[in-house]
């Protein structure tokens, strides 16, 4: 079944407790997202992938960082959590950028 | 002023009404029109799309861009109680990002 996994799904931490947020794909798609979102905000983009090691920021990339190692996993690495970072996260790949294919959702909290 | 803005509702309709959920935008560079579905505590799934000016029908759902007002709008037919969720408009311009409206969430009575 094409899907895009993440994990943990649910996440409870404290302060500055480094985390990472796991993204996988197996479609085979070049590009890959992340976005948060918020109630009354919609969905915001963090950073985005258009390759193997090719890594850009989105609208909302203070605080948060990326790789990008393997085509199929786009990691979400939070060095430093804070309060304001508490969030619900989507992960999203797509073959031609548009059409965007999300994952089921990380919901973060830092207290 | 945000660049998507989507009334988030909430709406609430009777098994078999139409539904209409609208969004307006400011960013003339659009070119793809997206709209998600979004149930609670899921992800969002990907409904149908525009490219540019015009109608789109895929089955009970249609969706209309005009470009020249910049309004997109989406309509549901024979709406069903499955339909209940959260609708999100997403146009995209080529920076490799979604714009997203807020949501409408709808609630089909049975």
């Known amino acids: 079944e094409a899907q895009v996994t993440q994990n943990p799904r649910y996440l409870i931490t404290v302060t500055g407790k480094k985390l990472t947020v796991t993204c996988s794909q197996n479609m085979n798609h070049e590009y890959m997202s992340w976005y948060r979102q918020d109630p009354g905000l919609g969905l915001r983009q963090i950073y985005y992938?258009?390759?193997?090691?090719?890594?850009d920021k989105g609208d909302v990339p203070e605080g948060y960082k990326v790789s990008r190692k393997e085509k199929r996993n786009f990691p979400l690495i939070l060095e430093s959590p804070s309060p304001n970072q508490t969030s619900l996260y989507f992960c999203?790949?797509?073959?031609?950028?548009?059409?965007?294919?999300f994952g089921p959702g990380t919901r973060l909290t830092v207290t | 002023q945000k660049e998507v803005e989507q009334d988030p509702g909430p709406l609430s309709v009777p098994e078999g009404a139409i539904v209409s959920l609208n969004c307006t935008y400011s960013?003339?560079?659009?070119?793809?029109f997206m709209w998600y579905r979004q149930y609670s505590r899921k992800g969002p799934e990907l409904l149908m799309y525009?490219?540019?000016?015009g109608n789109k029908e895929d089955g009970r759902f249609t969706a209309q861009v005009d470009k020249s007002s910049k309004y997109i709008s989406l309509f549901i037919r024979d709406s069903q109680p499955s339909d209940s969720a959260t609708y999100l408009c997403?146009?995209?311009?080529?920076?490799?990002?979604?714009?997203f409206g807020a949501g409408t969430t709808v609630t089909v009575r049975a």
């Open positions: 525009t490219y540019s000016s």
């Open positions: 999203a790949s797509s073959l031609n950028t548009y059409e965007q294919y």
């Open positions: 960013n003339s560079a659009f070119q793809y």
């Open positions: 992938s258009m390759n193997v090691e090719v890594t």
């Open positions: 997403a146009p995209y311009s080529n920076d490799y990002k979604l714009s």
